[in-house]
Structure formats: structure tokens, C-alpha cells
């Protein structure tokens, strides 16, 4: 089932018997059965009567808030059976450092190799490209795969994104350009678009966190800050590359987005324009829901459905079920 996705500025989401409505001055712009929804995500200045907030929550149906810049505001979440004993096992075991280590290495290989795998596939279509900088991502996954501490871990992630990006920002189309990443606030329109994702990625990721029981907030390789989900990043680390960036390529090379879908926002900031969201919006929903093949199953299954499959098997691991976390990757 799909992602609701509703950054129309003044829209307004009704229920009418099985289906909500989307409004605008009392303009019916669109009309969704409730049973094709598992998720509404509302952009700006959009509103949710208070019947239809109770539909979607009775249905299980949850609500991410965004701002009209893409930053995540707030979660409205179904009640759930929290299962205290889990939740007291997930945080006992987050101070094991030869646990937490062992996962943060996990967490950094599979990154690492699907960073590796998405270069090549990028050089194979590209052989203008300077290949360069994959002899330095294979060398940041041979150091993590060796690290013994926290902080090499993140030093060899740090450098085998930076030799990723400078592939895959060669493969970008003009007039499109790339030179780093930049965050709060993203300093371009690829920026802005790569913010725009990792903010819908890390909401998945904490979605599938809170089905399988777990906590989000609760991780294990990233620092713990106040209101930093830092499970769902966690996890959400290996699908960076997959997802977002895979999404972001697509638009600007197909020429699917233009750069006048994007105006400046606060603190000199870059972003995405209502109908540039919607187009955004449109790819990445597409995007989660693309069947592959996962090795723990028997037959293909969406994204979005293997981000719960990874949650499940951390759980396992958490419980004593399976010994090794086993990142997804791609060929």
C-alpha cells in the first residue's frame, strides 16, 4: 500500500465513509479508498480534520508533519503494544560495546559495499568518468572491515561517502552540479533533494522500527542526541544510496525536475517549490516500492517492506535468535 504524500499549501484532508477526501476551498482535489494507505505524509500548511485523524490512527495509519522546507516536524503514530520486555533487552544490549560494535561494523560494510556497487554501476555507464575514487572506497571497506573502534568506523564511512559522491556527482547531467554535501540548510537544488529524501528515508526506517517492537531513538552507531531517532539511522544506512540518491539522479538526468522548481528558503537555503515536492514525492514513492530480491525471502519484495525485514532480523539479533546482523545489498 502507498504513502499518502500532500504538500498542496491550503489542502485539507477530510473523511467521507471509507475514504478520505482531499480539499481545497472546498474544491474536491483528489479522493483515496482509506484500505490503499498505510502512511500520510503532510507538507506545510496542510490540514487533517479531527475525524479523519481518527480514522487513519484507528486504521493503523500513521502521520508524518513536515515543514514547507522538507524538515520533519513531528509524528502522529497509532497506539501499539510497546512491549516493554523488548524495549528493556534493546536498551540493556546497547551497552554492549562488543554488541554495538560488531552492529556498527555491519552498518558500515553494507554502506560501504552498496556505495562500491552503485560507483561501478555508475563508471560501466559512464566511461568518461575518473574512476579514481573507487580504489579509496575499496580501501575505506577493507579498514572497516578491520576496525576496532567506534571512531574508525566512522572515519572510513567518512571517506568512502566522499569517494562515492565524487563518482556520482560526475554523472550528473548539466546544467546540474554537485561539489559536497551540505545540510542545514542544503546550499543547492541536488542538496536540496538529497535532504528532502534522507528526511522521507530516516521516517520509513522509524516506522519500520516501531512495527517490529523496537525503539528508534535507541541506537547503536550513531551518537545519541536529543530527538535523534538514531536506530532509524542506523539502518537506514544502507538503503542512503539506493534510495535517495538512485531517486535524485533519476529526476535530474531524465530531466523529470528543473532548477526553477526550486526557490531560496531560510538561513540562504535551497528548496524544493510545491510542485517540484509533488514530483520529488511521486519518484520516491515509486522508488520504495520496487520489488527486488532479499536472500531471507522467498520472493521479491518492496523496499519499503525489506526495511522492515532489516528491523525484524536486528530484533533476532537483539533476542539471541541469529548471531550476525546482515546488511541488504545490491549487485
Request: glycine share 6%; hydrophobic share 40%; aromatic share 8%.
Amino acid at each position: 500500500m502507498p504513502t499518502l504524500y500532500i504538500a498542496e499549501p491550503g489542502a485539507r484532508i477530510e473523511k467521507t465513509y471509507r475514504r478520505l477526501e482531499i480539499r481545497k476551498a472546498d474544491e474536491l482535489l483528489t479522493a483515496v479508498p482509506l484500505v490503499r494507505i498505510d502512511h500520510v505524509v503532510l507538507v506545510g500548511p496542510v490540514g487533517l480534520t479531527t475525524p479523519a485523524m481518527n480514522t487513519l490512527l484507528d486504521a493503523g495509519v500513521g502521520v508524518s508533519l513536515l515543514n514547507r522546507w522538507g524538515k520533519l516536524r513531528g509524528r502522529l503514530a497509532p497506539a501499539t503494544d510497546k512491549n516493554l520486555y523488548l524495549r528493556r533487552l534493546q536498551y540493556r544490549r546497547a551497552g554492549e560495546p562488543d554488541l554495538y560494535l560488531a552492529i556498527s561494523g555491519r552498518i558500515v560494510q553494507g554502506k560501504l559495499r552498496n556505495a562500491r556497487n552503485l560507483a561501478r554501476r555508475i563508471l560501466r555507464r559512464n566511461p568518461h568518468i575518473d574512476a579514481s575514487p573507487l580504489q579509496r572506497i575499496d580501501q575505506a571497506l577493507r579498514r572497516a572491515n578491520h576496525a576496532t573502534e567506534i571512531d574508525e568506523l566512522l572515519g572510513n564511512e567518512g571517506l568512502g561517502t566522499r569517494s562515492y559522491f565524487a563518482i556520482w556527482r560526475q554523472a550528473l547531467e548539466p546544467p546540474w552540479t554537485f561539489r559536497r554535501r551540505s545540510r542545514r540548510p542544503p546550499k543547492d537544488p541536488v542538496n536540496a533533494m538529497l535532504s528532502l529524501g534522507y528526511t522521507l528515508l530516516a521516517d520509513n526506517l522509524m516506522t519500520a522500527c516501531e512495527i517490529v517492537g523496537l525503539d528508534p531513538y535507541e541506537g547503536f552507531y550513531h551518537v545519541e542526541t536529543y530527538g535523534r531517532p538514531a536506530l532509524a539511522l542506523d539502518l537506514m544506512e544502507e538503503f542512503r544510496h539506493l534510495i535517495v540518491d538512485s531517486v535524485v539522479m533519476g529526476l535530474v538526468n531524465r530531466n523529470r525536475i528543473k532548477l526553477d522548481d526550486f526557490q531560496p528558503g531560510p538561513k540562504t537555503g535551497v528548496y524544493l517549490k510545491p510542485d517540484g515536492m509533488r514530483t520529488f514525492f511521486a519518484a520516491y514513492a515509486a522508488r520504495i516500492h520496487t520489488c527486488v530480491k532479499h536472500p531471507l525471502a522467498a520472493r521479491p519484495l518492496s523496499y519499503q517492506k525489506i526495511f522492515e525485514v532489516q528491523a525484524r532480523q536486528l530484533r533476532k539479533l537483539l533476542e539471541g535468535k541469529i548471531e550476525v546482523y546482515k546488511p541488504f545489498l545490491t549487485r
